[in-house]
């Protein structure tokens, strides 16, 4: 069964507390938070001070997914707002495994982030430091895209990579997932499924988050 990270950029900002507790209740195992500069994708969201306020009303794993030009500037604080894992992009920085470093020394769980557009090949270096990878399966910077199937055979290559080397970092899965989609990504070895529209954007996400599960037993 996959883990469920709801990502609260499609959550009820006026009422984000509520939203909060309502994934935490329904037993989600980690809440999704997308940190983006307006540089590295073309949409602005959130900072550290807003980690900060989310650390404050919920014990939830906050996995803080950095859309971030650089990111290593903002790392440190990142840290010290209560984010429990952090993940950076491969594309945005020369320096990824420095960033990995850092994030490692800060005392939280490393994540190495990869676009539908970059192959297996370019984290491959990193791979034996980190404690989760995400495959994005859309373009980054925006909720409510579509699902790209060519990403399913990068989780299958990354797992093939995970278990021939006795790696045990989490494999994490970004974009257009619902029922149908996180199938074929659980088959080929993701653990960890982001959810936003389709927990957020309905009635009911208590029975979004189970139909996720239920998709994977
Ligand atoms: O990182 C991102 C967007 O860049 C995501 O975490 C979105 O929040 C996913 O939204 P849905 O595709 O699930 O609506």
Redesign the pocket.
Known sequence: MIKVAP?I??ADYMNLEKDIKLVDQAGAEEL?I?VMDGTF?PSISYGPGFVKAIRQITDMYLDV?M?VQNPEHLIPAMAEAGADNIGVHVEATPHIHRALQLIKNAGKDAEVVINPGTPVEMIKPVLHMVDQVLVMT?N??????KFLPETVAKIAELDAIKKANGYDFDIEI????NNETVVDCYKAGATVA?????VYNTEDPLTRIQALRDATK
């Open positions: 990502s950029l499609s999704h997308d994708v997914h859309m859309v980054p910077g925006f909720g409510g895209q970004d974009g257009g997932i982001v959810a936003g529209s389709y």
